[in-house]
């Protein structure tokens, strides 16, 4: 289903800061009508708009052009298929044997084996800040 051109890769994007919706509908060979309906569906792709109401699309936006086409397109997601596998793509799943390794490995400030004396320090420490700032 090619609306225009072929797309392009994405280390081929022009080193630009903005592009407008048409140089993005010919970088990724659709047409422009197409990108605007992607904006209502995909929360993600927000173009900021300039003064007089032109779309102004980022790198990072034309990057998910080409991913969602990829995904409509050469994957054949559906709309709501490739919404989801986009949204859970972007929420890295957190490893939760690191997690718990990482609290452990951290000293216990307020439990029962905590250093002698080291909150004494801290408050002693807060104080002398609090003097500073008065």
Not at 13 to 24: A, M, N, Q, S, T
Not at 80 to 91: I, M, N, P, Y
Not at 123 to 128: F, N, Y
């Amino acid at each position: 289903m090619n609306d225009a051109a072929p797309q392009i890769p994405v280390e081929d994007i022009p080193d630009k800061l903005y592009f407008r919706i048409g140089e993005v509908a010919r970088l990724a060979g659709i047409k422009p009508y197409v990108l605007r309906f992607w904006e209502t569906e995909f929360p993600g792709l927000m173009p900021k708009k300039s003064g007089t109401g032109h779309r102004l699309y980022r790198r990072k936006d034309v990057e998910a052009v080409l991913e969602i086409k990829r995904l409509l397109y050469e994957k054949r997601f559906t709309i709501e298929g490739a919404r989801k596998f986009l949204q859970t793509r972007a929420k890295p799943v957190p490893a939760p044997e690191a997690a718990r390794t990482a609290k452990r490995s951290q000293p216990a400030l307020f439990s029962d084996d905590a250093p002698a004396g080291r909150l004494d320090d801290i408050r002693r420490e807060l104080q002398a800040i609090l003097e500073l700032l008065k």
